[in-house]
Structure formats: structure tokens, C-alpha cells
């Protein structure tokens, strides 16, 4: 008899742990199903703000397209109207002279505005890091 009480007894401390079982992967399945909707809500945050701050960068280069474009309608004109080879050349020097100014300005703009929109793309995954790194360690 003392056999069937210590098996009951293992019976029983095991039908807890098979009851528990169940409950703790819930849980877990749980956490894991509210992390995946917070990083699919990070990453979707991150990804619309790429999508706007390309539109900007599309707008920019179509903007600086337009300028470069009528310069250079406006610098054909002026060579059109040119009365000597010298003034020609000139015009055609002075031409150059300002695109090589624009252009290396342009460039400038370009550059800050890809590293703004750079940071903005990317602050939804930093905001979202730091957050991590602060439940992680409360």
C-alpha cells in the first residue's frame, strides 16, 4: 500500500504540471502575438514614412530637373542670339561656370535632404528600440 500512496501522489504533483502546461504556452503565445503586432506596427510606421520621404526626393529631383532644364533652354537661347564667336564663347563659359555653382548646390541640397529623410525613416525603428531596451531592463 505504501507504493499506490507515493504513485498517487506523483500522480498527482504530474496532473498539476499537465494543467500548468497549457496555461504557461497561452501565456507565451500571447506575449509573442503582441510583440509580432508591435513590430509589424514599428515597421509599418517606418515603412510609410520611407514612402513620404521618397515623394519628397521625387519632388525634389523633379524640381531641380525643371530648373536645369530651363537653363539650359534659356542658355541656348542666349547662344542663338550670340552676334560673335567670342560672345558665343563667353556666354558659353559663363554658362558652364554657373550650371558647375547650381549643380554642386544642388547636390547639397540633395545630400541633406537624403540624410533627412535618412533619420525620419528610421526614428520609428530607434523609438521602437529604445522602448525594447527599456522593458527589458524595468
Keep these: 500500500m505504501t507504493v499506490n ?3 498517487s501522489a506523483g500522480t498527482n504533483s504530474s496532473r498539476a504540471a499537465n494543467d500548468e502546461a497549457p496555461r504557461i504556452v497561452g501565456q507565451m503565445a500571447e506575449t509573442m502575438s503582441a510583440g509580432t503586432a508591435e513590430a509589424s506596427a514599428v515597421i509599418q510606421d517606418a515603412c ?3 514612402a ?3 515623394l519628397d526626393c521625387t519632388a525634389k529631383v523633379l524640381e531641380l530637373a525643371r530648373v536645369n532644364s530651363n537653363a539650359a533652354f534659356d542658355h541656348a537661347g542666349e547662344l ?3 552676334k560673335s564667336p567670342s560672345e558665343w564663347l563667353e556666354l558659353s563659359t559663363a ?3 554657373k550650371q558647375f555653382e547650381m549643380l554642386s548646390a544642388q ?5 541633406a535632404l537624403s540624410q533627412k529623410v535618412m533619420l525620419e525613416a528610421a526614428q520609428p525603428l530607434k523609438a521602437a528600440g529604445a522602448n525594447a531596451l527599456r522593458g527589458s531592463s524595468a
Design 107 to 111: 547636390s547639397q541640397e540633395l545630400t
Design 95 to 97: 554658362h558652364a561656370r
Design 52 to 54: 513620404r520621404a521618397a
Design 48 to 50: 510609410s514614412t520611407a
Design 5 to 7: 500512496k507515493q504513485t
Design 80 to 82: 542663338l542670339a550670340a
